[in-house]
């Protein structure tokens, strides 16, 4: 059980910290489809941690509720992973991480529409449909960007070569998750990581784009709770307020 | 060259809508793009739509100077305006 509700809170903590940083860009997009389209996909995430924290507070029993989760933890108790924690930077280097991101999000939560777990499998299927739509869409520009105009390209080729090391964490399964694919919740770490790789090149191919190479070393970290420097900073804008007023009502 | 996108037309659908309606405008730099663009701007709170695109140079407009001759409905001649028939129940949106 303490597993399961640990694998919901990893599931939350992506999607939260994914929106929370997606969500600093409003206003902020090159243009004001773009900016909407940031904000829709920001929501989508916020939708979807909710449901993972809701589930993980019921199982967990203790009386924390989704807000708690949210605003009442410290960067060593969140378990996202690295990827999602990394700064906006420019638009290449948001959207490739969000590209990163959507591709295994995508293969993900397509595997748990089929688990073993009912709930999970509901979330799963509220949110396929919306993570369909982000992978299409980041796909989309990573293409329009990496086969664009030579600085685009460039700027396409450096957020991918930089943002790659923070990749591998997908597929870097620990005692939580081999927990999980033994109780037939999570997808086996290699095949997601086959159809991940997969997805990648064949975008990077129609982009013109390198791809790293799939052995590169690889950090990892954040579903210990060692995250990189920028987490704690995203953290204490976004918990400010019920820092300073803990328990009040909004 | 401009640096701002092309402007494209949106027309939705709703999901019990009849017939493609102008929703509004929005700027992409190609049609694929806008397709996307509009369903980020304009259909995120009804499912089942159909959207299409076009690209506003692509649109020929009637001039307010032809009105009357346009648009002048003969109301005069009365004849010209079939309202007299009774209509069976089964023929709906007319």
């Given at each position: 059980?303490?597993?399961?509700?640990?694998?919901?809170?990893?599931?939350?903590?992506?999607?939260?910290?994914?929106?929370?940083?997606?969500?600093?860009?409003?206003?902020?997009?090159?243009?004001?489809?773009?900016?909407?389209?940031?904000?829709?996909?920001?929501?989508?995430?916020?939708?979807?941690?909710?449901?993972?924290?809701?589930?993980?507070?019921?199982?967990?029993?203790?009386?924390?509720?989704?807000?708690?989760?949210?605003?009442?933890?410290?960067?060593?108790?969140?378990?996202?992973?690295?990827?999602?924690?990394?700064?906006?930077?420019?638009?290449?280097?948001?959207?490739?991480?969000?590209?990163?991101?959507?591709?295994?999000?995508?293969?993900?939560?397509?595997?748990?529409?089929?688990?073993?777990?009912?709930?999970?499998?509901?979330?799963?299927?509220?949110?396929?449909?919306?993570?369909?739509?982000?992978?299409?869409?980041?796909?989309?520009?990573?293409?329009?960007?990496?086969?664009?105009?030579?600085?685009?390209?460039?700027?396409?080729?450096?957020?991918?070569?930089?943002?790659?090391?923070?990749?591998?964490?997908?597929?870097?399964?620990?005692?939580?998750?081999?927990?999980?694919?033994?109780?037939?919740?999570?997808?086996?770490?290699?095949?997601?990581?086959?159809?991940?790789?997969?997805?990648?090149?064949?975008?990077?191919?129609?982009?013109?784009?390198?791809?790293?190479?799939p052995d590169a070393w690889m950090q990892k970290g954040g579903k210990q709770g060692v995250h990189?420097?920028?987490?704690?900073?995203?953290?204490?804008?976004?918990?400010?307020?019920?820092?300073?007023?803990?328990?009040?009502?909004? | 060259?401009?640096?701002?996108?092309?402007?494209?037309?949106?027309?939705?659908?709703?999901?019990?809508?009849?017939?493609?309606?102008?929703?509004?405008?929005?700027?992409?730099?190609?049609?694929?793009?806008?397709?996307?663009?509009?369903?980020?701007?304009?259909?995120?709170?009804?499912?089942?739509?159909?959207?299409?695109?076009?690209?506003?140079?692509?649109?020929?407009?009637?001039?307010?100077?032809?009105?009357?001759?346009?648009?002048?409905?003969?109301?005069?001649?009365?004849?010209?305006?079939?309202?007299?028939?009774?209509?069976?129940?089964?023929?709906?949106?007319?």
């Amino acid at each position: 059980m303490d597993n399961k509700i640990a694998y919901l809170l990893r599931q939350g903590d992506n999607a939260l910290i994914l929106s929370q940083r997606l969500s600093e860009l409003c206003g902020k997009g090159p243009a004001l489809e773009e900016d909407m389209a940031l904000t829709n996909v920001a929501l989508d995430l916020l939708g979807q941690t909710r449901m993972w924290y809701s589930y993980a507070a019921e199982l967990e029993g203790a009386g924390r509720d989704e807000d708690k989760l949210a605003y009442h933890r410290d960067a060593h108790d969140f378990k996202n992973c690295l990827l999602v924690e990394q700064k906006n930077g420019n638009y290449a280097d948001t959207m490739m991480r969000q590209f990163y991101f959507d591709t295994w999000h995508y293969f993900f939560i397509g595997a748990l529409t089929k688990c073993g777990d009912e709930r999970i499998r509901e979330i799963a299927e509220k949110s396929l449909k919306e993570v369909t739509y982000h992978l299409r869409r980041s796909g989309d520009l990573i293409v329009r960007m990496g086969d664009g105009t030579p600085v685009s390209h460039a700027k396409t080729q450096a957020a991918a070569d930089q943002l790659w090391m923070y990749t591998g964490e997908f597929f870097k399964y620990d005692a939580v998750d081999e927990a999980m694919v033994a109780a037939g919740v999570a997808p086996a770490s290699e095949p997601l990581r086959a159809q991940w790789l997969a997805h990648v090149s064949d975008i990077f191919g129609e982009a013109t784009l390198t791809m790293p190479s799939p052995d590169a070393w690889m950090q990892k970290g954040g579903k210990q709770g060692v995250h990189s420097e920028h987490l704690g900073y995203l953290l204490a804008e976004m918990q400010f307020l019920q820092r300073a007023y803990p328990g009040s009502e909004w | 060259m401009s640096k701002e996108w092309p402007l494209w037309e949106v027309f939705i659908r709703s999901q019990h809508g009849l017939a493609h309606k102008h929703v509004g405008s929005l700027h992409a730099s190609d049609a694929g793009m806008a397709v996307n663009n509009a369903r980020d701007v304009y259909t995120r709170r009804n499912e089942g739509v159909s959207i299409w695109v076009v690209r506003a140079t692509d649109i020929v407009a009637s001039s307010p100077g032809d009105k009357d001759a346009l648009f002048e409905p003969s109301n005069s001649k009365v004849y010209r305006h079939p309202t007299f028939f009774p209509m069976p129940e089964e023929v709906k949106n007319l």
